[in-house]
């Protein structure tokens, strides 16, 4: 199976833009999250999307949103982009039985994201 | 508030030997736990879960020993390898938060040929 793939991999935006961040979970895979790692605060949970639903929320201000595809295709967005907002950002899928489950997430390479 | 630690960011270990890393955390309202390690440029690359329920599971060379009564987790890798030089996180799962994963902040394991 092909893992999960996330695109660009990079990208260099100026602050006050916006930017589209896009994944593709593995085939079966409907659960889609979303992280941030930074040097100073670690891997932060974003988002969770299930079956086209956001499930679960972190805490980020409402720049950062993101939506699910009925394919379980992700993309996140994140609008007025700050210099704080550089960081690498990280989709996991997992697979998830009866809507139970599924805690085991299975990361893609990541989009490093620099804001000039 | 930091709910998951892992206190120390470096370990060097002799090619097979034993790797103990070690992660700490305060919430208990943690029901499972997993370890993933990390090599530069690519994503996390899951290794081993745990269940609280559960105080030990194997996979291989890799063992997970959970201790709820301390709040600690470990990884054991036997025998450890060169390949297994990477970032290690441990992440932990809050009940009820669907599959909402809480990292500590890593440990670059090094192990020397």
């Known amino acids: 199976k092909a893992g999960v793939t996330q695109t660009p991999r990079y990208l260099i935006k100026t602050r006050g833009q916006q930017v589209t961040l896009s994944c593709s979970p593995i085939s079966g895979h409907r659960s889609v999250s979303w992280y941030q790692q930074t040097p100073g605060q670690g891997l932060q949970f974003l988002f969770e999307?299930?079956?086209?639903?956001?499930?679960n929320k972190g805490n980020f201000p409402g720049r950062f949103s993101g939506r699910q595809f009925s394919n379980s295709r992700s993309e996140m967005n994140v609008s007025t982009l700050e210099l704080g907002d550089s960081a690498l950002y990280l989709c996991?899928?997992?697979?998830?039985?009866f809507g139970q489950g599924g805690y085991e997430q299975y990361f893609g390479p990541g989009t490093r994201l620099t804001v000039t | 508030d930091q709910q998951v630690k892992q206190n120390s960011p470096s370990l060097s270990v002799q090619e097979g030997r034993i790797s103990i890393l070690n992660c700490d955390y305060t919430n208990s309202m943690f029901d499972y736990f997993l370890w993933y390690k990390k090599y530069p440029a690519e994503g996390p690359t899951f290794l081993i879960s745990?269940?609280?329920?559960?105080d030990k599971n194997e996979d291989g060379r890799f063992t997970v020993f959970l201790n709820k009564s301390a709040k600690h987790l470990s990884l054991h890798i036997v025998p450890s390898q060169p390949g297994d030089s990477a970032v290690y996180f441990c992440?932990?799962?809050?009940?009820?938060?669907?599959?909402?994963?809480?990292f500590g902040s890593g440990t670059q394991l090094t192990v020397l040929p």
């Open positions: 745990i269940s609280s329920i559960k």
């Open positions: 992440a932990a799962r809050v009940s009820g938060s669907a599959r909402q994963l809480t």
């Open positions: 999307y299930f079956s086209e639903t956001q499930r």
């Open positions: 996991a899928s997992s697979f998830v039985a």
